[in-house]
């Protein structure tokens, strides 16, 4: 079973404007990823966020993190055509510090940026 | 470029045959974890293994498994397939959980 949802399921923008992307989750979390996916094709991990971290940033992603209310957002900055993908957030939960860590993937959004 | 390379990329097999599928891992990294993913949905784990064992599952049956070899490379057994068995697989590495290195995937179509 999927971990939790994303929000919004599809987003259509233009370029240059930007796209923020939700996720939310169930249990507890050491730290969570988004990932970005090209038409069926292997994800591509963008940015990791721990669970003591609030923000992040890494080029035109920022990524914020509120453990309070199990949620996280992805904002895009100035996009491109080259951002349409679906956009994945996963969360990983290592109990008792082992190697085992499997990601917990959302249902993902579908981004479409126009030219 | 990703330093996970998945065979083959593309495969077709009948209801009720096995399927073998294989994932080289980045160099350096010691753990492989396979992912299921049916069409529209987000991957689903199906097992990890950490140097050469299992160290855990998802909701698969039995009839999924898995080999670790002593370079990192690792395969997916599937038997009996099943039309649901229809699905992109992919393969991640990493050297501890905090970093995952994809495949492009394995498209198996069961008819």
């Known amino acids: 079973s999927q971990q939790g949802e994303e929000d919004p399921q599809a987003l259509s923008i233009q370029e240059g404007e930007n796209a923020t992307m939700n996720c939310s989750y169930k249990?507890?979390?050491?730290?969570l990823q988004w990932y970005r996916q090209n038409s069926g094709r292997g994800l591509v991990h963008l940015i990791l966020?721990?669970?003591?971290?609030r923000e992040k940033h890494s080029g035109r992603l920022r990524v914020t993190l509120d453990t309070s209310k199990k949620s996280s957002s992805l904002l895009i900055t100035a996009s491109r055509a080259a951002d349409t993908a679906s956009y994945f957030c996963?969360?990983?939960?290592?109990?008792?510090?082992?190697?085992?860590?499997?990601?917990?993937f959302g249902q993902g959004t579908i981004l479409t940026v126009h030219p | 470029e990703t330093g996970v390379t998945q065979s083959p990329t593309h495969l077709i097999k009948t209801r009720g045959q096995q399927v073998t599928l294989r994932c080289s891992s980045q160099s350096g990294h010691n753990t492989v974890s396979w992912y299921q993913q049916a069409l529209g949905q987000g991957p689903q784990f199906i097992f990890q293994?950490?140097?050469?064992?299992?160290?855990g599952r998802g909701n698969f049956p039995p009839r999924f498994s898995g080999l670790q070899f002593p370079n990192y490379s690792s395969e997916l057994n599937v038997n009996a397939l099943e039309l649901d068995d229809s699905a992109l697989y992919l393969c991640?590495?990493?050297?501890?959980?905090?970093?995952?290195?994809f495949g492009s995937g394995t498209r198996l179509t069961v008819v």
């Open positions: 249990t507890s979390i050491n730290n």
């Open positions: 966020i721990r669970s003591n971290e």
């Open positions: 293994y950490y140097r050469e064992e299992e160290n």
């Open positions: 996963a969360t990983v939960f290592n109990a008792g510090g082992t190697s085992y860590g499997k990601l917990t």
């Open positions: 991640a590495s990493s050297s501890w959980s905090y970093g995952y290195t």
